[in-house]
Structure formats: C-alpha cells, structure tokens
C-alpha cells in the first residue's frame, strides 16, 4: 500500500518493521502501546508491505508512532535520531548527528560525526562514531568504537572498546570479558566487589592500579599508549 504526500499517514503494518530514510532533519521514532504506525509529519512517502512501513522524506523533521517492539532501519544524512519507548532490534546510521535510543532489545548505531547515547539494552549494543561521546546505560554486551571522544558504559556483562583520544569508563556489573584498547585517554573499569577476574593490563605512558586479586572470574585486558589504567571493586 502507498500513501502519497499528505503530511501524516496512519496504516497498519504486515511485518513488525518501520522503516525510515530522510537526506536532512531530524528524526524521530516513539514505539508505545498501539496497533498501527502513524506518520505525524515529514514524509514524501509511506508504504507498507511484506518488508514493514517504508517512510522517506527529503527535508525537515520526521515524526513516526509505532507498536512497541518494533524493529527499526533509520539513517538520514544530515541530523538526529532519537528513538523513544520500547523498540526491538534498532540499526541507526548519520552521516553528521546525535543518536539518541532510549529502551531496546539491540542496536546497532553509527554516526561519522555525533554523540550516541543508549539508556538501556536488553541485549548487544554496537556503538560507532569517528567524532564522539558514547554513553551506554545498561546493556549485555557492548561493542563501542570512536576516534576521537570519551566512552561510558553505565552497568554491562561483557565489553569491547576501541578508543582513540577519550576517556573509558565502564561500570562491570557480572564479569564476563571486558578488551579496552585506548590511544589517549585514561581508563577507568569498576567490578563487583569480590570478583577475582584474570586480568592484563598495559599502559605505555601511566600508572596502573588494581584493586582485584587476579583469579578467574571473567577476564579484564586493557592496553593503553598514553593515560592511566584503574581497575576498583564497587
């Protein structure tokens, strides 16, 4: 089904899939309790069919509704994205903009240019910007990589860092296997206190402190060329 240019359209999707492409504006995605998808504003066009409601538009903001869980496809060359509520698997791109994902079961985010920021994650969270802040508040496994721009990570199992210049800070709530490696920038890992993980760490140019007696719960390597590494119970 296609709908034309009409400023919003509601219709009901086949797949549980919306899915969003804009070349400038900012983006906006809200899954909450309904059946149907309602497109509040920005689209040229709207069709639904077996891949899900497919919505593009050219220029200016684009607003979308839709169930709660829903998987999500939205990229826009020029602005932000903010998906808002419950949604399923998320896979989020921008050439120049801020991410910002409130409560999924994954994601997949990337921008070249632009702070990602994801609340919560049931499941694995990818984040990945050339220039800027990550921050992830909860999530099961995360995989964060930025060139340049600190990195935090609220409460995860298992994590994968690659930074450039920036700050690492990661909060480890049940270790499993945290690998940090950082060019510039100092690294900060919190662990539950008692955990006895086998640790490696390596620091080119700064001081090292650990406060776990290495054993095996989980495994912590961290290899930084410049910048200080802290490993500390909570």
């Not at 497919?54 to 829903?70: D, K, N, Q």
């Not at 496994?141 to 690492?168: F, I, P, Q």
Request: aromatic share 0%.
């Amino acid at each position: 089904m296609m709908v034309g240019m009409d400023p919003s359209a509601r219709v009901v999707p086949a797949e549980r899939t919306v899915r969003v492409t804009t070349r400038s504006g900012p983006v906006t995605i809200i899954g909450e309790d309904r059946s149907d998808v309602l497109v509040e504003q920005g689209a040229d066009s709207v069709t639904s069919g077996s891949r899900g409601v497919e919505v593009t538009g050219r220029s200016g903001a684009v607003v979308v509704r839709c169930p709660s869980g829903t998987d999500v496809f939205a990229g826009t060359a020029s602005g932000s994205v903010t998906l808002r509520g419950v949604l399923g698997s998320v896979h989020v791109t921008s050439h120049s903009g801020t991410i910002q994902i409130e409560r999924v079961d994954d994601a997949d985010a990337r921008t070249k240019s632009g702070n990602i920021s994801v609340d919560e994650c049931a499941g694995a969270c990818r984040c990945c910007s050339k220039s800027g802040h990550l921050h992830v508040g909860r999530a099961r496994v995360v995989d964060l990589m930025t060139a340049s721009g600190k990195v935090e990570a609220d409460e995860v199992h298992a994590a994968t860092v690659r930074a450039g210049s920036g700050s690492v800070t990661l909060g480890v709530t049940d270790v499993d296997t945290v690998d940090v490696e950082a060019h510039s920038g100092s690294v900060a890992i919190a662990v539950p206190d008692g955990s006895h993980p086998a640790t490696e760490l390596h620091a080119g140019s700064g001081s090292v402190r650990c406060d776990c007696i290495p054993g095996t719960d989980g495994a912590l390597r961290v290899a930084t060329r410049s910048g200080s590494i802290s490993v500390v119970e909570r």
